[in-house]
């Protein structure tokens, strides 16, 4: 037997076995995936210009009436807790990202990769996040602060809302991601939720 054909069976042998191994280690999603995820999607973008554009009741109508925010400066419960949170800490911005006259800096929002699980009308999401202003020499663009988004969703009344988010800030002692990988850990609270479903009567 040629080396050639050897290779191919060899091949055959790897793709039947090791494929669908792999494909067992990946969830399954459900014909309406694809149109939850964009508005999920949506939904974080519109934070993110709302919360960039200082837009307040753009900001807190992407957030459950009871949602929940935790960042740095702790946990913050209902939605106008979390205007008023987010409205002060808006204003001091000022004093850690600004221009070289001393003018508050423009600060722009980016999400990176993301991974969104959707079990029913609840969701769950892990998303990297980068932050930009122009506070660099002669004003410059400097990138900043980078972290990770750890989120819950649900569905109310038709439509996708931010349960609680929990911002992680990599760079603060205490506020980092891992060292698990967030996306398993995001994976078995999914699992843990669609089994507890399962089991009721």
């Known amino acids: 037997m040629s080396l050639k054909s050897l290779l191919a069976g060899a091949a055959l042998i790897l793709a039947t076995t090791v494929a669908p191994v792999a494909a067992r280690d ?3 999603y459900g014909s309406n995936y694809a149109n939850d995820r964009a508005e999920i999607e949506d939904l974080m973008a519109r934070y993110l210009f709302a919360i960039d554009y200082s837009d307040w009741d753009a900001y807190v109508s992407v957030f459950a009436e009871d949602a929940e925010l935790e960042y740095a400066t702790g946990i913050t419960r209902g939605r106008e807790a979390i205007r008023e949170s987010v409205v ?12 070289e006259d001393g003018q ?4 722009r929002h980016v ?10 009308d609840c969701a769950w999401g892990r998303t ?3 932050e930009m202003a122009n506070n660099g020499p002669g004003d410059s663009m400097k990138m ?6 750890e989120d819950e969703f649900r569905r109310i009344d038709g439509r996708w809302l931010i349960q609680r988010r929990n911002v992680l800030n990599e760079f603060l002692d205490g506020r980092n991601s891992g060292p698990d990988n967030p996306v398993s850990e995001m994976d078995a609270a999914a699992e843990a939720y669609a089994a507890s ?4 009567p």
Do not use: C, M
């Not at 002060?88 to 221009?99: A, D, E, K, L, V």
């Open 111 to 120: 999400v990176l990769q993301d991974v969104i699980r959707i079990e029913g």
């Open 88 to 99: 002060s800490f808006s204003g001091n911005i000022g004093r850690y990202y600004h221009t």
């Open 104 to 107: 508050p800096a423009k600060l």
């Open 197 to 200: 479903v399962a089991a009721l």
């Open 144 to 149: 900043g602060t980078y972290g990770v988004y």
């Open 128 to 130: 990297l996040w980068v």
């Open 26 to 28: 990946q969830p399954t």
